[in-house]
């Protein structure tokens, strides 16, 4: 069973910085990890990915401020600066042994974290 930890997270005001951790369960290394968003009331958003060989995509709306790394096989950051009210969102690790669209594609990933919240005020 695969699980993805998530960590960080937290309030900040607007300008401000997070970095998001995700760690995977696994004894493999994922082909793709990313990070997408979501609240209730709005639908879920691809946030950025990364893959195993280390090519990145990002969502237009955080192009340029945030930055997706690979801390070690199993292991990824997303280091957010600059952050809008309009960040504000819960954050989900993404996981997925086959492959990922630049498009950021929900349904390329076949595993979720539980999510961390991310406030950031004005």
């Known amino acids: 069973q695969v699980q993805l930890v998530e960590s960080g997270g937290g309030s900040v005001q607007a300008g401000g910085s997070l970095r998001l951790s995700c760690a995977a369960s696994?004894?493999?290394?994922?082909?793709?990890m990313g990070w997408f968003r979501q609240t209730s009331e709005k639908e879920r958003e691809g946030v950025a990915i990364?893959?195993?060989?280390?090519?990145t995509a990002y969502a237009d709306s955080v192009q340029g401020r945030f930055t997706i790394s690979r801390d070690n096989a199993k292991r990824m950051t997303l280091e957010m600066s600059n952050l809008k009210p309009t960040d504000s969102d819960m954050y989900y690790c993404?996981?997925?042994?086959?492959?990922?669209?630049?498009?950021?594609?929900?349904?390329?990933?076949?595993?979720w974290g539980q999510g961390t919240q991310v406030t950031v005020s004005s």
């Open positions: 696994t004894s493999t290394t994922p082909s793709c």
């Open positions: 993404v996981a997925t042994w086959g492959w990922c669209e630049d498009s950021l594609r929900a349904s390329d990933f076949h595993y």
């Open positions: 990364i893959r195993k060989m280390g090519s």
